[in-house]
């Protein structure tokens, strides 16, 4: 996928591409990466395509949380060998710039990451061999919010759900949501981040995560990811109230709407 090499060092941590007056339409993305070819392979990508533009590019961890609180970017190409932690890095660059969107990728398959990148808010995760149409597809479904995994991700997703399925239901099952509780976590189910639960409930970002720890601690699950498996598997939202979001979890959509929901974690402090 990197083909010819193009030397960018002079070029790291400055803006890479004047985006003009139509930056809005466009995909803004910063790549981090520790090879100098791999970022000139993904610009090279990159180039041909209209709506998207890299604006920054980073080659050390450090350089990556720079880049991300500098530029304007709407999401970030993050390699996870960047940082011997890369869980936490994320929750690290989500917490500088919250606004971002996270593509991880990653040098081989690897089902714990997965799995704990998507609990903390990482929005897609692609392998360093991934076809270039592929990261095309991917940035456009991430820009707009959406989540994206391959095909052995989407199983090892697949594969957390039915394991929780197949546990005995406990008395917890049973334990009751109130309205404004059932409200806020079918807004969850669905993907919706805090600040969009909030203007739907008609509340402030805090109380939604102060209603969301207590849901939290009254169905024993620690994170999105597992309310989300939670609700699905035990039907807790059945019944809820009237004044919630009309797509409600079922087993036909399930999986999509448990990567919605980690998708849009946002990290611990933002009750993910």
Known sequence: MAGTSISLEGNIGQPLENVGENAGALIRVIVADTQAIFR???????AVEDDIRVVGQAETLDQTLSAAKKFSADVLIFEAALSSHPVEAVSDLM????????????????????????RRGVHGVVSREVDPDLLVE????????????????TQWVLEAYRTQSSRPASSRSKVQLTPKE???????????KNKEIAVRVGTTEQVVKNYLRKVYDKLGVADRLELALYCL?????????SHAPSARPSPANGTANVLHATAAAGGPENVS
């Open 40 to 46: 000139a392979g993904l610009r090279k990508i990159f």
């Open 95 to 118: 917490r500088q710039a919250p606004g971002i969107r996270i593509v991880v990728v990653t040098n081989e398959p690897n089902e714990e990451l997965t799995l704990e990148l998507f």
């Open 138 to 153: 991917c940035l456009h479904k991430v820009s707009r919010g959406e989540p994206w995994l391959d095909s052995k991700g």
């Open 182 to 192: 059932s409200l806020i976590v079918s807004c969850v189910t669905q993907g919706m």
């Open 233 to 241: 598997n035990n039907r807790v939202l059945d019944g809820a109230t």
